[in-house]
């Protein structure tokens, strides 16, 4: 076990468009979505599932870009306490564990 960084080995996918750690009783996500707007970006919160959506249209190139990734959290996070911020194409949003609490649906408002 040594060496062991329980974050990145729980969350581990083969990607780097993401960094997630743990510190201070919460859980921080960091994920890169250059070129999209605050209002292009949906998270959501769902019995212990983060899922994070952006799309957007460039109808000058004719392009539509994507994003989907779906995040499961081995502890209890207090719903009422998560927290999103966009900002230079990075998308920060706190999560604070919280022990006992219940899972339940929750629309998270990003701001930028």
Known sequence: MRGLD????????GSDDY???E???EFVLNV?????????????WDDSMLNIAAE???E???ERRTYHRRFRFPKRVDDEGI?????????EVHLPVETG????????????
Do not use: C, H, M, W
Request: aromatic share 10%; hydrophobic share 35%; no cysteine.
């Open 23 to 25: 510190e201070d009783d």
């Open 6 to 13: 329980l974050p990145s080995r729980l969350f581990e996918t």
């Open 56 to 58: 957007r249209e460039d």
């Open 32 to 44: 890169e979505l250059p070129g999209f707007d605050v209002a292009d970006i949906d998270v959501f």
């Open 60 to 62: 000058q190139r004719g």
């Open 83 to 91: 927290a999103a911020n966009y900002t230079n194409g990075i998308l």
């Open 19 to 21: 960094e997630l750690y």
């Open 101 to 112: 609490a219940t899972a339940r649906g929750k629309q998270i408002k990003v701001e930028g």
